[in-house]
């Protein structure tokens, strides 16, 4: 027995998946058409994919959209990423390319937690933060974390007393919120020997399938070699990487950064 027909309708339906991603404004007409084939073919198409909650109808307009079918199947394939591997390679080539050490961290209660890194070859001493806790109010990757956190938790996270670990670290919720502002709207954050003295860092959100920030990607060295005026320029090294795992991610176009 001939595959071909099955196969053909397993493409079809998968074309008219694609054709309801893009818009909502179609008919079971207008299906048959983009296909070119019988209405009642794109009819048998699209009542195979409503049986499985893959294709709905509008009760306003009439018109077909993605279903609910379609949401739980990428909530599944999302639960299964880990951030983590999709990561560590593009550190290790960040890393690479700019001689310092490469982190990617994500919001772990009041602080972030460091779940991959890879040490550049200028690094001096080799200290491992996976797995590690880092303050988010004086971290870049932290700043990066708070500042696209919705607003009420964010306010929550600041309106405490927050630790001083050098003369450089801003403990104000003021002047972090300021800061915070200008992270989001630049798409970068920095950390001038804020958590060390002597340790300089730029990082760079990471988004997710919906937009969201989800991690921070972050690159740290010695003051001495990642002087104030040099960060602006590895952010934009650093925002080409991010790019990188975001997409992996499945973030939309345009929002990578």
Not at 204 to 215: E, F, G, K, M, N
Request: proline share 4%; with cysteine.
């Amino acid at each position: 027995m001939s595959i071909s027909h099955p196969v053909q309708s397993v493409d079809r339906a998968v074309t008219i998946l694609k054709m309801l991603a893009e818009t909502d404004a179609l008919t079971v007409s207008d299906v048959a058409h983009r296909l070119d084939v019988h209405v009642s073919t794109a009819s048998r198409l699209v009542s195979g994919l409503r049986a499985h909650d893959l294709v709905e109808r509008s009760e306003s307009t009439g018109n077909l959209r993605l279903g609910m079918g379609v949401l739980r199947l990428a909530g599944a394939m999302v639960s299964r990423l880990d951030i983590a591997d999709f990561a560590q390679p593009v550190c290790d080539e960040l890393a690479a390319e700019v001689g310092e050490t490469t982190n990617v961290a994500i919001v772990d209660g009041d602080a972030a937690i460091n779940v991959c890194q890879a040490q550049g070859p200028g690094t001096v001493t080799l200290q491992n933060w996976v797995g590690q806790r880092t303050p988010l109010h004086s971290t870049s990757s932290g700043k990066v974390l708070l500042a696209y956190l919705p607003k009420a938790r964010r306010r929550s996270l600041l309106n405490r007393e927050l630790e001083r670990f050098t003369p450089a670290t801003r403990t104000r919720a003021e002047e972090l919120e300021e800061e915070l502002a200008q992270i989001r709207s630049r798409g970068w954050a920095k950390a001038i020997e804020e958590l060390e003295e002597g340790l300089n860092a730029v990082a760079v959100p990471v988004r997710d399938h919906t937009s969201t920030v989800i991690a921070a990607l972050s690159v740290a060295g010695p003051a001495y070699r990642m002087e104030e005026d040099r960060l602006p320029g590895v952010a934009k090294i650093v925002a080409s990487s991010a790019a990188i795992i975001s997409q992996q991610l499945g973030a939309p176009n345009g929002t990578w950064n």
